[in-house]
């Protein structure tokens, strides 16, 4: 995927035209997150539970939002140990 975490993605043949509201919103969480993956997963993942598709665990979001890709999106949420504070703070902005 290109320049934007979700640019150009489709769902069952259905531009996500509320993936720009999405990527405004999240934006200011992101420039908070560190690591470059994060940064990239992390739009995916959250649009996964929010957007269309009856199942909301890894492999069926992975196989909508990033096929080929479920080795990320599942270390996303599985595993490393992330520093919660710049996220916190910025919940508090």
Known sequence: MGGRPLEGLTMV????????????WLKPFLNRLAHKARRRMCPLY????????ERKSIQPMAERLVPGD????????????????????????
Do not use: S
């Open 13 to 24: 043949g259905k531009t996500l035209v509320w993936t720009e509201e999405l990527e405004r």
């Open 46 to 53: 959250v649009a996964g539970l929010i957007g269309p598709g």
């Open 70 to 93: 479920y080795d990320q999106l599942h270390h996303f949420v599985a595993a490393g140990v992330w520093d919660a504070a710049p996220l916190e703070t910025e919940l508090l902005v």
